[in-house]
Nanobody
Framework: QVQLVESGGGSVQAGGSLRLSCAAS????????MGWFRQAPGKEREFVAV????????YYADSVKGRFTISRDNAKNTVYLQMNSLKPEDTAVYYC??????????????????WGQGTQVTVSS
């Protein structure tokens, strides 16, 4: 069992920055790929970014590539999402999630076993 708690959401103007954190407890944090997803009102949950077990590789949705950076600190059991140059279309509830294996599609939410409660990010124009 892994418990995930997100923090760092808030309201910001377009062009601004936010840093989300996700603190994990329970099983060995380094045994999971860690991903960030988001869900806007009336839309499906969508993949944002993922980082591999030791942080050696990262992958991003095209919509955030070059603006968002995912990182992790396994000593602190925490994964981060640095969001720069925010746009109104980034407005959503952001969720962190943990995936135990390397072979299932990291963009698919159904392959993640554990989820946080979400944190709201609102970007105004």
């Amino acid at each position: 069992q892994v418990q995930l708690v997100e923090s760092g959401g808030g309201s910001v103007q377009a062009g601004g920055s936010l840093r989300l954190s996700c603190a994990a407890s329970g099983r060995t944090f380094s045994g999971y790929y860690m991903g960030w997803f988001r869900q806007a009102p009336g839309k499906e949950r969508e993949f944002v970014a993922v980082i591999t077990y030791t942080g050696g590789s990262t992958y991003y949705a095209d919509s955030v590539k070059g603006r968002f950076t995912i990182s992790r600190d396994n000593a602190k059991n925490t994964v981060y999402l640095q969001m720069n140059s925010l746009k109104p279309e980034d407005t959503a509830v952001y969720y962190c999630a943990a995936k135990p294996d390397y072979y299932s599609a990291y963009t698919r939410a159904r392959f993640y076993d554990y989820w946080g409660q979400g944190t709201q990010v609102t970007v105004s124009s």
